[in-house]
Every structure is written in C-alpha cells, then in structure tokens.
C-alpha cells in the first residue's frame, strides 16, 4: 500500500511540474508492481505441501522424523521460498524444554518447474504432552521485495508423548471399611466378625458359613452375610488448577502429579484391581478441536500466530475416566494425562460437587493435591463424612505451607497423607505416610 500512495504523489508531483520523464518512471514503477503482484500469487498458488506424519504417539525419550514435502505444480520456476514448520513457544522454551529439534525447519530454497524440496528435521520427545507440529508457514514475493504473499500450506501434526510409569513397591492405600452403611458393588475381602445378613443356602455353601439358629428357627437351611473388610481399587481426585501450579514450580510440579497418577494407575492394574480418574484439568485435545488456527494470514505476524499455542484458559467441567477393571485403563489415564493441561475455571471443590456421583463407594477416593485450600479441605472432608474412604497424596508442597495444609486434612479427620517431593519417592510412596509426631515429618513403614 505504501509503494502505491507514493507513485500517486510522485505522479501527481511531475504532473504539476509538467516533467514527462518523472511521469515516466511512475508509470514503469506502477506497472512493475503490477506484474511483481500476478506473478507472485499466481506462483504461490502452485505450491502445495504434505506432511508425514500426520500424528505420533511417542514414550518419552524417543524420537519421531517429521517430513514435509513441497511441489512446485506450475509451469514457472520460483526464485525464491521460504519455507518454515512452526512449533509452539512453550515446547522450545530454553529452560525445561519440551522437545528438542535436530535438523532445520526453516529453509530456503529455489523450485523449477514441476520441482520439489523436502523439510526434513528430528523431533526428540523430552517430556510429556500434546504438542502441535506445524502448519508450515510459505513466504514469497517478487525478486524486488515489493511484494510478498504468505500462505499457511498443510495442517499441523500432533505428537502425543506419554507420561511415564514408575514401578510402585508395595502398594498399600487399600482402606479399611470406612463408617456408615455402604453397598458395594465387589466385595473381595469379609470380615467375619461383621454380620451384615442372612440368605438362604446354596450349594457349595461351606458349613462354616450356616446360620443354625435362624435355620433352626425357620427349619430351612440359612447362610450368614459379611460386611467387607476393605476397598479393592481407587478413583484418582487430580487437583490440577493453574492456582496450584505456580509459573516458578512448573513444569516439575504438574509433571510430578501426572507421573504420580499414572504410576498409581499402573500399580492398580497391575493388582487387577479397579481404578478410574476423575480431574478438573483441560484436555489439550479438546483446545485444538474448538480454536483452530488461521489458513489465510495477511502478514508473517498472523502466519506465525497460526501455530500458536494458547495459555492457561477456563474450563469447567472435568475429565472423567471411569472407575473400572482391566488393563487398557492404565492406556487410557496415561492419553489422558499426557494431554492434560492446567486450567483456570474448576476448583477442586466445585470438581467434587460435579463429579461426586461418579465416584463409586467401593474404592478409596485417593486425592492428589498440589496445595490444599481451606475449602478443598472441608470438600474432601465432606467425603470422609459421607463414608468414602480417602487418603491424600501432597504434591511437593513447599516446607513453609506443609504444616498449614497438614492442619486443614487434620482438622477434618484426614489422618492418611502422603507427601511426595520428587519421582525418586515414587517406587516408595504407599509406604510413606506423614508421620504428624515428629512433627510434619515422613517416616517409612
């Protein structure tokens, strides 16, 4: 715009003048850009780009080769591309990066007629999460810079890389059978000394298991009923709001929690026990679904925003796995964990009073908390209240703020917590349970 509003004052400036060669070289000028204008889109409609791979699911550690090939369909050579793959900032960051990139993403390059060239470039899975890979971003224009056209030419790829699971000894957060009467669904374990009932008999009844005066009462053979004596599996309560996650803590904090929740998960079903989860985080999935990114960029500015990745936004309602048995739950938490991204909108709180009627009463509620406010306390207490069986997994909680929040769960007669600082205490973390004598320290059973 700013080349045409010149060549109009420069005309209008040799019209006044009566000076015919300044006329001229307006005239040539305008017409330059004319024709640097048609060739440069026409050229840029004749490139077209593909990607492979389209998605990735990787463990953390390896690596994917990421390929975007780029035709030149028209019958005009090119002089000039540029061609460059974006990532999103929060991946490259220079402290505790996400991935890290071997090769060149950013090219340039001449094509000749019905000519090809290849972006080609390694991305190594550093940590955990749904990262976006791409679009590719083209820029060009005529051989003068007058002009220059950018394009958005293919659509991102994803790369899923998954939280990893460290083995768990001993694993101990089984609850005793909680206060109230509670119908459960499995009961595994029974405690003879609790009567719940009688039945009558069966066949393959044991003799032990008779009730001889009710069946000497009503002549017909009758059988006692056991109360359980513990819970078989748990529902993980993930606590992942922005508040609990502080910029100078990330992303240790919250990686922590989810390889936490995910090594808990493998334990469980390892033991082929029930387990589900239940967390008031944002799944990035559903972030790529709803915002998109911009094809047509006017300028490189919005042609790189097209592969911007969006901060810590609301969210309010939670992500909910199931609490049932077999082996592809753990498959199942560790996606959803790997594309679990804090948010601003569900407290943990208001998370409970979502989602408290898909938490079974048959498994221990177990909660991992990043920082326990007073009313995540009451919440959770409300629970224990209720008959749910609850224990409590702290999340590097700073040593100035664990005697506050050891308090506010003892208050509410919360007395199994467990405080991790680091993936080193995972193996150990059903054995380590806060002992509250010494005081707020953590003693091994």
């Known amino acids: 715009m700013f080349w045409w509003v010149g060549a109009l004052l420069m005309l209008g400036l040799a019209l006044v003048l009566q000076s015919g060669l300044l006329a001229y070289s307006m005239y040539a000028l305008a017409a330059l850009m004319l024709v640097s204008r048609a060739l440069a889109s026409r050229r840029l409609n004749d490139i077209h780009a593909s990607r492979k791979p389209r998605s990735r699911v990787l463990e953390t550690g390896e690596t994917a080769i990421i390929r975007v090939k780029v035709v030149n369909r028209g019958a005009a050579p090119v002089p000039w591309l540029l061609l460059e793959d974006l990532l999103p900032k929060s991946a490259l960051r220079h ?208 042609a790189r925003n097209a592969g911007r990745e969006p901060g810590v936004r609301e969210h309010l309602h939670p992500v909910v796995l199931p609490t049932r048995r077999g082996e592809e739950q753990l498959a199942r938490v560790r996606e959803i964990l790997a594309r679990l991204e804090p948010q601003q909108g569900l407290t943990l709180e208001q998370l409970i009073a979502t989602a408290q009627d898909r938490i079974p009463r048959d498994a221990t509620v177990l909660c991992l908390l990043p920082r326990v406010t007073l009313e995540a306390a009451m919440a959770i207490g409300d629970l224990r209240r209720q008959g749910y069986a609850v224990s409590v997994v702290l999340i590097a909680i700073p040593e100035n703020d664990l005697p506050v929040a050891l308090a506010r769960l003892t208050a509410e007669r919360l007395l199994d917590v467990r405080h991790l600082r680091n993936e080193d205490q995972i193996p150990l973390l059903c054995g380590n349970q806060v002992d509250r004598s010494s005081p707020y320290a953590v003693s091994v059973e």
């Open 95 to 302: 402290r505790d990066p996400s991935l890290e990139i071997e090769g060149r993403r950013l090219k340039l390059v001449m094509l000749a007629p019905r000519g090809e060239t290849e972006v080609k470039y390694r991305v190594r899975a550093l940590r955990r999460g749904y990262h976006q890979i791409g679009p590719l971003v083209v820029e060009h224009g005529d051989l003068f810079g007058l002009y220059r056209r950018f394009k958005v030419l293919t659509e991102p790829a994803f790369i899923l890389v998954l939280p990893k699971v460290i083995p768990v000894q001993s694993y101990e957060l089984a609850s005793r059978r909680p206060v109230g009467e509670i119908r459960l669904a499995h009961r595994l374990f029974e405690d003879p000394t609790l009567l719940r009932g009688i039945r009558a008999y069966e066949p393959g009844d044991p003799l032990r298991r008779i009730h001889w005066r009710a069946t000497a009462r009503t002549g017909v053979l009758q059988c006692k009923l056991y109360e359980p004596s513990c819970l078989a599996g748990s529902t993980l309560l993930l606590d992942f709001h922005a508040d609990g996650y502080h910029r100078q803590g990330e992303p240790f904090r919250s990686d922590l929690a989810v390889v936490a929740a995910a090594s808990l998960v493998g334990a469980l079903c390892g033991l082929k026990q029930q387990v589900g989860m239940i967390t008031n985080g944002r799944d990035a999935a559903e972030r790529v679904r709803t915002e998109g990114y911009e094809l047509e960029p006017d300028s490189r500015v919005e």
